[in-house]
């Protein structure tokens, strides 16, 4: 039996490597996925990608409305949600403390922790008992990193908000974690790498893969695996757990 047999899940930043990645290793494994984004066209191409088990819906996470729409529209779809990846996030851009502009600062703890705790308030009431959600946060969610400070502060929030919804869910069965990714081989990285180093991407590639114990990036598909486990049944009596996948850096 296929482990997400009967289940539904939903997905923010759907149309990200992540989302999309774990969308279909969800589908693989018998779900019915909606897909949310503020990118409907990428949306539109990943569901098509996906099949007839996935369905899409644009949104904002930062606004209250869109949220609790695309929270009704996932059940209006599939009947139900047994699983929320509450996924979406943006890097803002790299500058020191003192030149980084308020509006980017602003903007990064919008949707990455405004956008979670949206989800969580309108997503909670919508899901089954015995429900599972996935935060995603970040190593940078559990220390810090020079010239990062939005990006940063916005994943250490999500453990606030990880942890107090673990707590809130609980008597419901609702099973609430965290996953905390080093630098995942992505879209995103480009972006941070270029902001280390404008010009110098691929270099600044090479040094944070030496950084990493095991000596790379991870693959979109090993932080959905994952997800997968936190998802499904095999994860009954985990909540409130913070799951770091970081290819070793945290042991050093």
């Known amino acids: 039996m296929k482990r ?6 939903l997905i923010t930043g759907g149309a990200g490597s992540i989302g999309q990645t ?17 990118d409907e066209s990428a949306l539109k191409k990943a ?21 609790a729409r695309y929270a ?11 699983i929320f990846f509450n996924n979406a996030g943006i890097e803002g851009v790299v500058k020191p403390i003192t030149e980084f502009p308020e509006d980017v600062f602003d903007k990064v703890m919008a949707v990455n922790v405004k956008g979670v705790f949206l989800g969580c308030k309108y997503v909670l009431p919508q ?12 190593v940078a969610g559990l220390g810090a990193s020079p010239n990062f400070v ?4 916005s994943k250490h929030a999500t453990l606030g908000i990880m942890k107090t919804a673990a707590l809130e869910a609980a008597p419901r069965k609702i099973r609430v974690n965290s996953i905390h990714p080093s630098p995942v081989d992505n879209r995103m990285m480009r972006s941070i790498e270029e902001g280390y180093e404008p010009g110098k991407g691929e270099e600044m590639q090479k040094m944070f893969a030496a950084g990493i114990p095991l000596g790379r990036y991870a693959k979109p598909l090993e932080i959905a695996k994952l997800v997968l486990f936190l998802g499904s ?9 913070q799951y770091v996948i970081d290819g070793g850096s945290s042991a050093k």
């Not at 774990?22 to 984004?37: N, P, Q, S, Y």
């Not at 098509?48 to 996470?61: F, K, R, S, T």
């Not at 009704?72 to 047994?82: H, N, R």
């Open 127 to 138: 899901m089954n008992d015995g429900a599972s959600m996935i935060i995603t946060s970040s």
């Open 4 to 9: 997400l047999e009967n289940k539904v899940a």
């Open 150 to 153: 939005a990006y940063t502060t």
């Open 47 to 67: 569901a098509a990608e996906l099949g007839p088990d996935a369905a899409y819906i644009a949104a904002d996470v930062t606004v209250a409305a869109d949220v």
């Open 22 to 38: 774990t969308a279909k290793l969800f589908i693989e494994e018998g779900a019915k996925v909606m897909l949310v984004d503020l």
């Open 233 to 241: 049944d095999d994860s009954q009596f985990i909540s409130g757990a």
């Open 72 to 82: 009704q529209e996932a059940v209006k779809k599939f009947g139900k949600i047994d």
